[in-house]
């Protein structure tokens, strides 16, 4: 008896649901005022922060295995990293830092915009056991020394004057617990906070605040979400207002955009005749950049207002295997902070397929149709070899055809042309298992 595994999508009360087209607005407020993280499934996850509460972001976990491991990052709405040259006895050089040249000669340093693991504290590392901030003990293995001093500036030096502070950071592996030892540079406000990781197992990052002295619960579970809406320095892509401009982009600019979850992969889409119906993932390469949506669908027209790249899609594939589109339709800017777009579940994972390693999707598109035609998108973990049949509500087979597929996304193109106006089940049958969707002809 083959097993059958129907998705959601195979119930017609929810099968309008998830193949609607959602417009939806996710503000982050005035002047790009909250961080906001976003699941797909479940909109805003969490609590809207604020997104100058904390100064430093630390890396939740010890495991070697996790990409974001030593990974410390620096919020670049709160002011500028720099990290003193030569310092690599911290303890010693921290009393006496010598600061003379800094605005001019020291280092600027940003996290990366490509991956979470690289943050603006690990920059200057020069590879194992060189991790930036800290040395790895290759002796007792217990940690990271510290290895080097940061100074962080605040303010503009106009209308808010600078201000300064000095810090370096270590990590003990017995409690999982890192230090960070700060003061000002004059040494009148000297403070040793410590921080155990082990308090925020289900998060990436644990984050402080070096004005407040305490460390903040900001982000959901590293499972709930899959977007964040915030603004980050663009050090991988040179910033243009307007792209079409032939004035020459600004590197390592402030700009709002969207950045992926780091087990959250996604593609773009251009040059897209009709966005609403666009629904070809499967065409598309997928990379784990998280800044893949980033900032650069949205410019400035000739009148200073913001409009939306018209022609570009992008395609997400949740850590779940899951597949939505996503298409921006206005941004506001500043003042609101508001950005509007609309998405789209366009494939589900069902679970196990068949045989118990092979996991699969199923999603038919356009749906309803009208066109004469249809295309079915899947997706195996495992090459296989099936049967794609489309039934009547009576169980009647008005069409089957045998198609193979390599692993990963397929697509598979048939003629509804001959089917009556009508309800009809889409059936992809391989490996023992069978999934099924409800496909509209009109």
């Keep these: 008896m083959k097993k059958i595994i129907t998705t959601l999508l195979c119930t017609l009360s929810l099968f309008t649901q998830v193949q609607a087209q959602t417009p939806t607005t996710v503000s982050m407020g005035a002047a790009y ?3 906001i993280w976003y699941s797909l499934e479940n909109g805003n996850v969490g609590t809207a922060q604020s997104a100058t509460n904390w100064d430093i972001a630390l890396a939740a976990t010890i495991s070697t295995s996790s990409p974001i491991v030593t990974s410390v990052l620096f919020n670049p709405k709160s002011g500028t990293l720099f990290v003193a040259p030569n310092a690599i006895t911290p303890v010693d050089d921290f009393a006496d ?3 003379a040249g800094m605005a001019n000669t020291w280092t600027k340093l940003y996290n990366s915009d490509t991956e979470w693991g690289v943050g603006a504290f690990s920059q200057p590392g020069t590879g194992h056991p060189d991790y930036g901030w ?3 003990d290759g002796v007792s293995h217990t940690g990271f020394a510290a290895r080097r001093v940061y100074v962080i500036r605040y303010g503009n030096g106009s209308s808010i004057p600078y201000t300064y502070k000095k810090l370096y950071l270590s990590l003990a592996f017995a409690g999982g617990t890192y230090t960070i030892t700060y003061d000002k540079l004059d040494g009148s406000d000297p ?9 925020y197992s289900t998060k ?3 984050y402080y605040s070096l004005a407040n002295h305490v460390a903040i619960d900001r982000e959901p579970a590293n499972t709930a979400w899959d977007l964040l809406f915030t603004q980050y320095v663009s050090t991988s892509e040179l910033y243009k207002s307007n792209p079409s401009s032939a004035t020459p982009g600004a590197a390592n600019q402030l700009v709002g955009g969207v950045l992926l979850n780091k087990n959250v992969t996604a593609a773009q889409a251009s040059n897209v005749a009709d966005r609403t119906t666009y629904q070809d993932a499967a065409v598309q390469t997928f990379v784990s950049d998280i800044n893949t949506i980033g900032w650069d669908w949205k410019y400035l027209n000739a009148t200073f207002a913001w409009e939306t790249v018209s022609d570009t899609v992008y395609f997400i594939e949740k850590s779940n295997g899951d597949i939505y ?3 921006f339709t206005s941004f506001g800017g500043t003042s609101t902070g508001n950005f509007n777009f609309t998405q789209q579940k366009v494939s589900t994972v069902t679970g196990v397929f068949g045989e118990a390693s092979d996991k699969a999707s199923l999603a038919v598109y356009p749906n309803p149709t009208a066109s004469g035609n249809a295309t079915v998108l899947y997706d195996f973990s495992n090459s296989n070899n099936a049967v794609l049949s489309v039934s009547d509500l009576t169980g009647n087979v008005v069409y089957t055809e ?8 397929n697509a598979y193109t048939f003629s509804t042309s001959s089917l009556k106006t009508g309800l009809y089940v889409v059936s992809l049958t391989a490996n023992g298992g069978v999934l099924q969707q409800k496909l509209m002809v009109k």
């Design 191 to 199: 403070h040793t906070a410590t921080v155990a990781i082990a308090d």
């Design 33 to 35: 005022g909250n961080n």
């Design 325 to 327: 589109s996503l298409y």
């Design 134 to 136: 800290g040395t790895y």
């Design 402 to 409: 045998n198609i193979q597929s390599a692993p990963g996304l």
């Design 97 to 99: 830092l010598d600061t």
């Design 204 to 206: 990436d990052f644990v």
